[in-house]
């Protein structure tokens, strides 16, 4: 049975042609899966467990009707839903994930995450990063008015757009990492939905030490994959976050 991994389809009342996207997905796709890997940004911008909208709505009833079969739904933060909570995850049945998790693919373990944690040369967004993932922060925010919520998750979305317009290519494509071909992704066993943008990483005898977390599991990772050095990411399934 296959393994899917979807990432960064910023679903959003606006562009209703998304949801239908992934509603058809999990109906037509991950009905015949062993598991569902949603690596982060599932929506455009989370503001609490308790926003009840008609898209959140739907998105809680199209991966219940998923996980209600007994397939496997687990979720990574993105830097757009870091907000979902537990409340979320118990409507929906699927499992959260740490900010980095390990897994075994197939007999590889494979290590994913979001990705904007990779984007080690936008100095600016990484400091953001690191106020707005303070707990203490985050528990004040959504102790506010909903609708507050709203209006000021819509002035960061505004402000983030007009930041990557002055934001440099390099920062923006992360072109100063070297990856591996794609050819040392598993296949032959594994299925993987588009858009799909895991930080997925494979190494023979590699151990997993980024110089850009202090915090990252420590995990030695076998594979029949011919690669060598530190784990780098695979260029066709890395892309920087939006």
């Not at 209703?16 to 929506?43: N, R, W």
């Not at 998750?153 to 002055?166: L, P």
């Amino acid at each position: 049975m296959p393994i899917y991994f979807i990432a960064d389809l910023h679903l959003s009342e606006s562009h209703p042609q998304l949801t239908a996207l992934f509603q058809k997905f999990i109906q037509e796709k991950a009905v015949h899966a062993q598991a569902v890997y949603i690596l982060g940004d599932l929506f455009d911008f989370w503001i609490g467990d308790d926003e009840n909208s008609p898209l959140v709505q739907t998105i809680k009833q199209t991966i219940r009707s998923l996980t209600e079969r007994g397939i496997a739904c687990y979720f990574i933060h993105g830097n757009r839903d870091f907000l979902i909570g537990k409340a979320f995850a118990r409507n929906t049945g699927m499992t959260l994930l740490p900010e980095y998790a390990v897994i075994d693919l197939f007999g590889t373990p494979t290590l994913l995450c979001h990705g904007d944690t990779l984007c080690t040369d936008d100095h600016s967004y990484q400091k953001f990063r690191r106020t707005v993932h303070q707990k203490w922060l985050q528990r004040l925010f959504l102790l506010l008015p909903l609708t507050l919520r709203l209006n000021i998750a819509t002035k960061i979305r505004k402000q983030s757009k007009q930041d990557k317009q002055h934001k440099t290519a390099d920062i923006m494509s992360n072109a100063s990492t070297r990856p591996y071909s794609s050819t040392a992704i598993p296949t032959a066993k594994t299925s993987i939905a588009t858009p799909i943008t895991p930080a997925s990483y494979l190494a023979t005898g590699a151990t997993i030490t980024p110089p850009f977390s202090k915090s990252m599991p420590k995990a030695t990772v076998l594979s029949p994959y011919k690669t060598s050095g530190r784990l780098k990411p695979v260029s066709r399934l890395f892309r920087r976050p939006d």
